[in-house]
């Protein structure tokens, strides 16, 4: 079982910037694949910026240059910065952790950018 906590979301300005965080409550490097995913009011949950099982990076067309899925010094911990946010960017986002064949979501934190 994995307990994923996210925060940081609020309100800014389009232009500003905003970064999540998500506190796991194992050790991330455990973890088979783990990202962040974003679902705006009428439309389907989407990946925004992950890790791969090979440690790589991945990133929505429309995130990347403008945003950093990082992991922290604390094994527990993977973050997103979010530059340049755009009104489009307005969702809640949700981070998501695989290990193994298990499927592992937190409670969602919301983002909203402003014109």
């Known amino acids: 079982q994995v307990q994923l906590v996210e925060s940081g979301g609020g309100l800014v300005q389009a232009g500003g910037s905003l970064r999540l965080s998500c506190a796991a409550s194992i050790t991330i490097f455990n973890i088979n694949v783990m990202g962040w995913y974003r679902q705006a009011p009428g439309k389907q949950r989407e990946l925004v910026a992950g890790f791969t099982s090979g440690g790589n990076t991945n990133y929505k067309d429309s995130v990347k240059g403008r945003f950093t899925i990082s992991r922290g010094n604390a094994k527990n911990t993977v973050y997103l910065q979010m530059n340049s946010l755009k009104p489009e960017d307005t969702a809640v986002y949700y981070c998501?952790?695989?290990?193994?064949?298990?499927?592992?979501w937190g409670q969602g934190t919301q983002v909203t950018v402003s014109s």
């Open positions: 998501n952790a695989v290990l193994g064949h298990d499927d592992y």
